[in-house]
Protein backbone atom coordinates (compact mmCIF):
# COMPACT_ATOMS: atom_id res chain seq x y z
CA UNK A 1 0.00 0.00 0.00
CA UNK A 2 2.96 2.34 1.11
CA UNK A 3 4.66 1.32 -2.04
CA UNK A 4 1.55 2.16 -4.38
CA UNK A 5 1.15 5.45 -2.40
CA UNK A 6 4.50 6.30 -3.40
CA UNK A 7 4.00 5.43 -6.64
CA UNK A 8 1.01 7.86 -7.35
CA UNK A 9 2.83 10.48 -5.80
CA UNK A 10 5.92 10.47 -8.09
CA UNK A 11 3.24 10.32 -11.01
CA UNK A 12 1.63 12.97 -9.47
CA UNK A 13 4.36 14.93 -9.37
CA UNK A 14 5.76 14.42 -12.78
CA UNK A 15 2.04 15.95 -14.01
CA UNK A 16 2.55 18.91 -11.95
CA UNK A 17 6.47 19.18 -13.69
CA UNK A 18 4.43 19.23 -16.88
CA UNK A 19 1.87 21.41 -15.76
CA UNK A 20 4.32 24.09 -14.66
CA UNK A 21 6.12 24.15 -18.26
CA UNK A 22 2.97 24.24 -19.62
CA UNK A 23 1.26 26.72 -17.84
CA UNK A 24 5.10 28.89 -18.23
CA UNK A 25 4.68 28.92 -22.09
CA UNK A 26 0.65 30.33 -21.71
CA UNK A 27 2.36 32.96 -19.49
CA UNK A 28 4.99 33.43 -22.32
CA UNK A 29 3.02 34.07 -24.63
CA UNK A 30 0.32 36.22 -22.98
CA UNK A 31 -2.16 33.73 -22.17
CA UNK A 32 -4.18 35.86 -19.01
CA UNK A 33 -6.77 38.13 -18.82
CA UNK A 34 -5.86 41.88 -17.95
CA UNK A 35 -8.61 43.24 -16.15
CA UNK A 36 -7.54 47.15 -16.95
CA UNK A 37 -4.60 49.40 -17.89
CA UNK A 38 -3.68 50.68 -14.84
CA UNK A 39 -3.08 46.85 -13.33
CA UNK A 40 -0.88 44.34 -14.85
CA UNK A 41 1.09 42.47 -12.85
CA UNK A 42 4.49 41.73 -14.46
CA UNK A 43 5.56 37.83 -15.06
CA UNK A 44 7.27 37.32 -11.98
CA UNK A 45 4.23 38.41 -10.26
CA UNK A 46 1.78 36.11 -12.01
CA UNK A 47 4.31 33.39 -12.13
CA UNK A 48 3.86 32.32 -8.13
CA UNK A 49 -0.03 31.61 -8.42
CA UNK A 50 1.27 28.85 -10.97
CA UNK A 51 3.86 27.51 -8.78
CA UNK A 52 1.37 27.28 -5.93
CA UNK A 53 -1.08 25.39 -7.97
CA UNK A 54 1.86 23.32 -9.12
CA UNK A 55 3.00 22.53 -5.79
CA UNK A 56 -0.47 21.34 -4.71
CA UNK A 57 -0.75 18.80 -7.77
CA UNK A 58 1.90 15.87 -6.16
CA UNK A 59 -1.62 15.27 -3.58
CA UNK A 60 -3.83 14.97 -5.98
CA UNK A 61 -4.21 11.32 -5.24
CA UNK A 62 -2.60 10.43 -1.75
CA UNK A 63 -4.69 13.33 0.15
CA UNK A 64 -7.01 15.33 -2.74
CA UNK A 65 -9.16 17.71 0.21
CA UNK A 66 -5.47 18.63 1.32
CA UNK A 67 -4.32 19.07 -2.25
CA UNK A 68 -7.51 21.79 -3.17
CA UNK A 69 -7.24 23.56 -0.01
CA UNK A 70 -3.78 24.58 -0.68
CA UNK A 71 -4.29 25.31 -3.96
CA UNK A 72 -7.77 27.48 -3.55
CA UNK A 73 -5.93 30.56 -2.33
CA UNK A 74 -3.37 30.52 -5.15
CA UNK A 75 -6.23 30.38 -7.82
CA UNK A 76 -7.90 33.14 -6.11
CA UNK A 77 -4.63 35.20 -6.71
CA UNK A 78 -4.38 34.47 -9.57
CA UNK A 79 -8.29 35.80 -10.51
CA UNK A 80 -7.22 38.84 -8.78
CA UNK A 81 -4.37 39.38 -11.07
CA UNK A 82 -6.23 38.24 -14.00
CA UNK A 83 -6.67 34.89 -15.03
CA UNK A 84 -4.69 32.62 -17.04
CA UNK A 85 -6.12 29.53 -19.03
CA UNK A 86 -3.37 27.58 -17.41
CA UNK A 87 -3.78 27.94 -13.87
CA UNK A 88 -7.45 27.41 -14.96
CA UNK A 89 -7.16 24.33 -15.64
CA UNK A 90 -4.79 23.47 -13.20
CA UNK A 91 -7.66 24.47 -10.36
CA UNK A 92 -10.21 22.19 -12.53
CA UNK A 93 -8.01 19.48 -12.20
CA UNK A 94 -7.29 19.80 -8.08
CA UNK A 95 -11.53 20.34 -7.99
CA UNK A 96 -11.77 16.92 -10.39
CA UNK A 97 -9.14 15.39 -8.08
CA UNK A 98 -10.73 16.16 -4.67
CA UNK A 99 -14.43 14.87 -5.95
CA UNK A 100 -13.00 11.90 -8.02
CA UNK A 101 -10.25 10.17 -4.99
CA UNK A 102 -11.86 12.16 -1.81
CA UNK A 103 -14.94 11.34 0.20
CA UNK A 104 -18.40 10.87 -1.68
CA UNK A 105 -19.58 13.92 0.54
CA UNK A 106 -16.72 15.85 -0.18
CA UNK A 107 -18.13 15.67 -3.63
CA UNK A 108 -21.05 16.99 -3.10
CA UNK A 109 -20.30 19.52 -1.09
CA UNK A 110 -17.61 21.03 -3.45
CA UNK A 111 -20.77 21.32 -6.47
CA UNK A 112 -23.00 22.96 -4.13
CA UNK A 113 -19.94 25.65 -3.33
CA UNK A 114 -18.70 25.40 -7.29
CA UNK A 115 -22.52 26.33 -8.23
CA UNK A 116 -22.77 28.96 -5.53
CA UNK A 117 -19.52 30.12 -6.39
CA UNK A 118 -20.66 30.74 -9.69
CA UNK A 119 -23.41 32.51 -9.17
CA UNK A 120 -21.47 34.85 -7.05
CA UNK A 121 -18.87 35.75 -9.66
CA UNK A 122 -22.20 36.49 -12.20
CA UNK A 123 -23.77 38.65 -9.68
CA UNK A 124 -20.38 40.59 -8.85
CA UNK A 125 -19.96 40.46 -13.07
CA UNK A 126 -22.89 42.19 -13.33
CA UNK A 127 -22.70 44.53 -10.65
CA UNK A 128 -18.82 45.85 -11.32
CA UNK A 129 -19.17 46.16 -14.81
CA UNK A 130 -22.77 47.27 -15.63
CA UNK A 131 -23.78 44.59 -17.81
CA UNK A 132 -26.85 41.08 -17.68
CA UNK A 133 -24.52 40.04 -20.38
CA UNK A 134 -21.04 40.29 -18.84
CA UNK A 135 -22.89 38.42 -15.33
CA UNK A 136 -24.02 35.51 -18.11
CA UNK A 137 -20.53 35.11 -19.52
CA UNK A 138 -19.18 35.41 -15.99
CA UNK A 139 -21.49 32.92 -14.86
CA UNK A 140 -20.54 30.51 -17.38
CA UNK A 141 -16.68 30.27 -17.53
CA UNK A 142 -17.20 29.98 -13.81
CA UNK A 143 -18.94 26.89 -14.45
CA UNK A 144 -16.87 25.90 -17.04
CA UNK A 145 -13.67 26.42 -14.91
CA UNK A 146 -15.25 25.08 -11.11
CA UNK A 147 -18.49 22.92 -12.15
CA UNK A 148 -17.91 21.03 -15.03
CA UNK A 149 -14.40 18.84 -13.23
CA UNK A 150 -16.60 18.26 -10.03
CA UNK A 151 -19.96 16.91 -12.11
CA UNK A 152 -17.30 15.05 -14.62
CA UNK A 153 -15.73 13.22 -11.07
CA UNK A 154 -19.20 12.60 -9.75
CA UNK A 155 -19.83 10.90 -12.95
CA UNK A 156 -16.84 8.66 -13.62
CA UNK A 157 -17.35 7.81 -9.76
CA UNK A 158 -20.67 6.42 -10.16
CA UNK A 159 -19.61 4.45 -13.41
CA UNK A 160 -16.66 3.13 -11.06
CA UNK A 161 -18.91 2.81 -8.15
CA UNK A 162 -21.42 0.55 -10.63
CA UNK A 163 -18.64 -1.75 -12.34
CA UNK A 164 -17.06 -2.03 -8.92
CA UNK A 165 -21.44 -3.24 -8.15
CA UNK A 166 -21.09 -5.71 -11.09
CA UNK A 167 -17.56 -7.24 -10.33
CA UNK A 168 -18.54 -8.21 -6.79
CA UNK A 169 -21.90 -9.20 -8.46
CA UNK A 170 -20.18 -11.09 -10.43
CA UNK A 171 -17.63 -12.99 -8.41
CA UNK A 172 -20.66 -13.85 -5.88
CA UNK A 173 -22.30 -15.52 -9.08
CA UNK A 174 -19.47 -17.32 -9.78
CA UNK A 175 -19.19 -18.26 -6.11
CA UNK A 176 -22.08 -19.62 -5.59
CA UNK A 177 -21.78 -21.49 -9.04
CA UNK A 178 -19.09 -23.35 -7.88
CA UNK A 179 -20.77 -24.03 -4.64
CA UNK A 180 -23.55 -25.70 -5.90
CA UNK A 181 -21.12 -27.51 -8.78
CA UNK A 182 -19.29 -29.05 -5.67
CA UNK A 183 -22.29 -29.64 -4.20
CA UNK A 184 -23.75 -31.86 -7.24
CA UNK A 185 -20.40 -33.79 -6.98
CA UNK A 186 -21.03 -34.53 -3.23
CA UNK A 187 -24.37 -35.16 -4.26
CA UNK A 188 -23.27 -37.52 -7.36
CA UNK A 189 -20.83 -39.31 -4.90
CA UNK A 190 -22.92 -40.17 -2.41
CA UNK A 191 -25.40 -42.03 -4.60
CA UNK A 192 -22.97 -44.02 -6.62
CA UNK A 193 -21.56 -45.08 -3.56
CA UNK A 194 -24.98 -46.14 -2.07
CA UNK A 195 -25.92 -47.76 -5.58
CA UNK A 196 -22.77 -49.63 -5.43
CA UNK A 197 -23.59 -51.06 -2.14
CA UNK A 198 -25.76 -54.03 -3.65
CA UNK A 199 -23.09 -54.92 -6.24
CA UNK A 200 -20.24 -55.19 -3.02
CA UNK A 201 -23.01 -57.29 -1.27
CA UNK A 202 -23.23 -59.52 -4.48
CA UNK A 203 -19.64 -60.18 -4.42
CA UNK A 204 -19.29 -61.00 -0.17
CA UNK A 205 -22.40 -63.43 -0.63
CA UNK A 206 -20.92 -65.22 -3.14
CA UNK A 207 -17.38 -65.49 -1.34
CA UNK A 208 -19.25 -66.18 2.48
CA UNK A 209 -21.64 -68.98 0.15
CA UNK A 210 -18.85 -70.81 -1.77
CA UNK A 211 -16.51 -70.70 1.02
CA UNK A 212 -19.03 -71.99 3.90
CA UNK A 213 -19.64 -74.93 1.37
CA UNK A 214 -16.09 -76.10 0.87
CA UNK A 215 -16.24 -75.78 4.93
CA UNK A 216 -18.93 -77.56 5.72
CA UNK A 217 -19.59 -79.77 2.95
CA UNK A 218 -17.39 -82.85 3.27
CA UNK A 219 -16.05 -85.34 0.72
CA UNK A 220 -15.79 -82.89 -2.26
CA UNK A 221 -13.32 -83.67 -4.75
CA UNK A 222 -10.75 -81.77 -5.96
CA UNK A 223 -12.40 -80.31 -9.31
CA UNK A 224 -15.13 -79.12 -7.18
CA UNK A 225 -13.11 -77.52 -4.61
CA UNK A 226 -11.19 -75.72 -7.17
CA UNK A 227 -14.01 -74.88 -8.73
CA UNK A 228 -15.51 -72.69 -5.55
CA UNK A 229 -12.18 -71.44 -4.83
CA UNK A 230 -12.28 -69.94 -8.57
CA UNK A 231 -15.68 -68.71 -8.03
CA UNK A 232 -14.30 -67.26 -4.49
CA UNK A 233 -11.23 -65.62 -5.88
CA UNK A 234 -12.92 -64.08 -8.61
CA UNK A 235 -15.46 -62.02 -6.61
CA UNK A 236 -12.99 -61.19 -4.14
CA UNK A 237 -10.68 -59.33 -6.44
CA UNK A 238 -13.74 -57.58 -8.41
CA UNK A 239 -15.23 -56.75 -4.72
CA UNK A 240 -11.86 -55.39 -3.62
CA UNK A 241 -11.03 -53.39 -7.23
CA UNK A 242 -14.51 -51.83 -6.46
CA UNK A 243 -13.79 -51.15 -3.08
CA UNK A 244 -10.53 -49.40 -3.61
CA UNK A 245 -12.31 -47.35 -6.20
CA UNK A 246 -15.48 -46.17 -4.66
CA UNK A 247 -13.72 -46.29 -1.13
CA UNK A 248 -13.82 -42.46 -1.19
CA UNK A 249 -17.19 -41.95 -1.95
CA UNK A 250 -18.77 -43.17 0.39
CA UNK A 251 -20.83 -40.95 2.57
CA UNK A 252 -23.34 -41.81 5.93
CA UNK A 253 -26.70 -41.78 5.18
CA UNK A 254 -29.56 -44.64 5.41
CA UNK A 255 -32.30 -43.25 3.04
CA UNK A 256 -30.75 -44.24 0.28
CA UNK A 257 -33.55 -45.57 -2.56
CA UNK A 258 -33.46 -49.42 -2.27
CA UNK A 259 -34.08 -49.86 -6.49
CA UNK A 260 -32.82 -52.89 -8.01
CA UNK A 261 -30.02 -52.35 -10.46
CA UNK A 262 -30.41 -51.67 -13.80
CA UNK A 263 -29.22 -53.87 -16.38
CA UNK A 264 -28.31 -53.06 -19.82
CA UNK A 265 -30.71 -55.18 -21.37
CA UNK A 266 -33.39 -52.60 -19.88
CA UNK A 267 -32.17 -49.97 -22.18
CA UNK A 268 -34.56 -50.41 -24.64
CA UNK A 269 -37.71 -50.44 -21.88
CA UNK A 270 -35.74 -46.98 -20.56
CA UNK A 271 -36.00 -45.73 -24.16
CA UNK A 272 -39.21 -46.72 -24.82
CA UNK A 273 -40.46 -44.58 -21.81
CA UNK A 274 -38.60 -41.71 -23.24
CA UNK A 275 -40.90 -39.79 -24.67
CA UNK A 276 -42.57 -36.37 -25.46
CA UNK A 277 -44.93 -34.95 -27.71
CA UNK A 278 -42.33 -33.41 -30.20
CA UNK A 279 -39.14 -35.64 -29.26
CA UNK A 280 -39.06 -39.09 -29.52
CA UNK A 281 -35.83 -41.29 -29.16
CA UNK A 282 -34.66 -44.93 -31.01
CA UNK A 283 -31.73 -47.12 -29.57
CA UNK A 284 -29.60 -49.22 -31.45
CA UNK A 285 -27.24 -51.73 -30.16
CA UNK A 286 -23.86 -52.70 -31.59
CA UNK A 287 -21.96 -55.82 -31.21
CA UNK A 288 -22.24 -58.63 -28.39
CA UNK A 289 -22.68 -57.66 -24.78
CA UNK A 290 -19.70 -58.97 -23.09
CA UNK A 291 -20.10 -60.20 -19.60
CA UNK A 292 -19.92 -56.70 -17.54
CA UNK A 293 -18.61 -55.83 -14.73
CA UNK A 294 -21.93 -54.50 -12.30
CA UNK A 295 -20.32 -50.89 -11.62
CA UNK A 296 -19.66 -50.79 -15.30
CA UNK A 297 -23.27 -51.72 -16.40
CA UNK A 298 -24.63 -49.76 -13.94
CA UNK A 299 -22.61 -46.70 -15.00
CA UNK A 300 -23.33 -47.17 -18.34
CA UNK A 301 -27.53 -47.19 -17.52
CA UNK A 302 -27.29 -43.98 -15.39
CA UNK A 303 -25.02 -42.55 -18.31
CA UNK A 304 -27.72 -43.23 -21.06
CA UNK A 305 -30.78 -42.42 -18.58
CA UNK A 306 -29.28 -38.88 -17.38
CA UNK A 307 -28.37 -38.02 -21.29
CA UNK A 308 -32.25 -39.10 -22.04
CA UNK A 309 -33.54 -36.45 -18.70
CA UNK A 310 -31.38 -33.37 -20.07
CA UNK A 311 -32.88 -34.31 -23.72
CA UNK A 312 -36.21 -34.27 -22.57
CA UNK A 313 -35.46 -30.83 -20.72
CA UNK A 314 -33.53 -29.06 -23.23
CA UNK A 315 -33.79 -30.62 -26.70
CA UNK A 316 -35.78 -29.31 -29.87
CA UNK A 317 -38.05 -31.30 -31.68
CA UNK A 318 -37.12 -34.56 -33.20
CA UNK A 319 -35.66 -37.55 -32.23
CA UNK A 320 -32.93 -38.41 -30.17
CA UNK A 321 -30.40 -41.35 -30.84
CA UNK A 322 -28.79 -43.88 -28.38
CA UNK A 323 -26.26 -45.77 -29.58
CA UNK A 324 -24.23 -48.47 -27.75
CA UNK A 325 -21.83 -50.50 -29.27
CA UNK A 326 -19.14 -53.14 -27.78
CA UNK A 327 -15.83 -53.26 -29.36
CA UNK A 328 -12.20 -53.14 -28.61
CA UNK A 329 -13.15 -53.87 -24.84
CA UNK A 330 -15.06 -51.28 -24.32
CA UNK A 331 -19.08 -49.90 -24.02
CA UNK A 332 -18.86 -47.21 -26.16
CA UNK A 333 -22.15 -44.91 -25.45
CA UNK A 334 -23.78 -41.80 -27.73
CA UNK A 335 -26.49 -39.98 -27.18
CA UNK A 336 -27.83 -37.35 -29.97
CA UNK A 337 -30.41 -35.02 -29.40
CA UNK A 338 -31.57 -32.05 -31.64
CA UNK A 339 -30.10 -28.59 -29.99
CA UNK A 340 -33.39 -26.79 -28.24
CA UNK A 341 -34.05 -23.32 -29.92
CA UNK A 342 -33.45 -20.88 -27.21
CA UNK A 343 -29.80 -21.03 -26.78
CA UNK A 344 -29.75 -17.76 -24.28
CA UNK A 345 -30.04 -19.63 -21.42
CA UNK A 346 -28.59 -18.36 -17.85
CA UNK A 347 -25.42 -20.43 -17.11
CA UNK A 348 -26.35 -23.84 -14.60
CA UNK A 349 -24.70 -25.62 -12.08
CA UNK A 350 -24.85 -29.00 -15.06
CA UNK A 351 -25.35 -31.33 -12.19
CA UNK A 352 -26.04 -33.64 -15.16
CA UNK A 353 -23.48 -33.59 -17.04
CA UNK A 354 -21.16 -33.63 -13.68
CA UNK A 355 -22.86 -36.79 -12.58
CA UNK A 356 -22.15 -38.48 -15.72
CA UNK A 357 -18.43 -37.40 -16.31
CA UNK A 358 -17.65 -38.70 -12.63
CA UNK A 359 -19.22 -41.88 -13.36
CA UNK A 360 -16.73 -42.21 -16.43
CA UNK A 361 -13.88 -40.99 -14.42
CA UNK A 362 -14.18 -43.31 -11.84
CA UNK A 363 -14.35 -46.45 -14.07
CA UNK A 364 -10.99 -44.75 -15.67
CA UNK A 365 -13.36 -43.96 -18.75
CA UNK A 366 -13.83 -41.23 -21.17
CA UNK A 367 -16.54 -38.78 -21.31
CA UNK A 368 -16.99 -35.79 -23.57
CA UNK A 369 -20.81 -33.80 -24.15
CA UNK A 370 -20.71 -30.56 -26.41
CA UNK A 371 -23.18 -29.62 -29.46
CA UNK A 372 -21.63 -31.60 -32.97
CA UNK A 373 -23.26 -30.00 -35.82
CA UNK A 374 -26.83 -29.38 -35.43
CA UNK A 375 -27.41 -31.86 -32.24
CA UNK A 376 -26.24 -32.30 -29.04
CA UNK A 377 -23.66 -35.06 -28.00
CA UNK A 378 -22.93 -37.07 -24.80
CA UNK A 379 -20.40 -39.64 -25.54
CA UNK A 380 -18.74 -41.88 -23.47
CA UNK A 381 -15.74 -44.60 -23.17
CA UNK A 382 -15.88 -47.44 -20.13
CA UNK A 383 -13.75 -49.94 -20.57
CA UNK A 384 -15.04 -53.57 -19.63
CA UNK A 385 -11.53 -54.95 -17.80
CA UNK A 386 -11.29 -51.31 -15.68
CA UNK A 387 -12.17 -53.11 -12.48
CA UNK A 388 -10.10 -56.20 -13.38
CA UNK A 389 -7.36 -54.64 -14.19
CA UNK A 390 -7.51 -52.25 -10.79
CA UNK A 391 -6.66 -55.66 -8.92
Known sequence: MHRLRRLTTRQDALIAVAALAGGLVVLAAHGHTVWSEGWNPSFGLRLLPLIGLCAAMPLRRTAPLTGLLLATPFNFADVAFGPSLATAMIYGDALYAASLYGRRRTAEWLLGATLAASAAVAVAAAVALRGVA???????????VWVTPVLTAMAVREHRSRAETERERAEQVARLAEMDRRAAVTAERARMARELHDVIANHLSAVA????????VRGLDREEVDRAMEVIRENSVQGLAEMRRMIGLLREGDDADPAARPRLAEL???VRHTARSDLSARL????RQPEL????ELAAYR???????????????GCADVRVEYAGGHVVIDVLSPLGR??????GTGSGLVGMRERAVMLAGRFAAGPDGGRWRVHAELPVDSLGGAA
Request: glycine share 10%; hydrophobic share 50%.
Open 268 to 270: DRL
Open 284 to 287: EVAG
Open 342 to 347: DVSRLP
Open 209 to 216: LHSSAVLK
Open 303 to 317: IVQEALTNALKHAGS
Open 293 to 296: PAAV
Open 134 to 144: VGVLGASVAGV
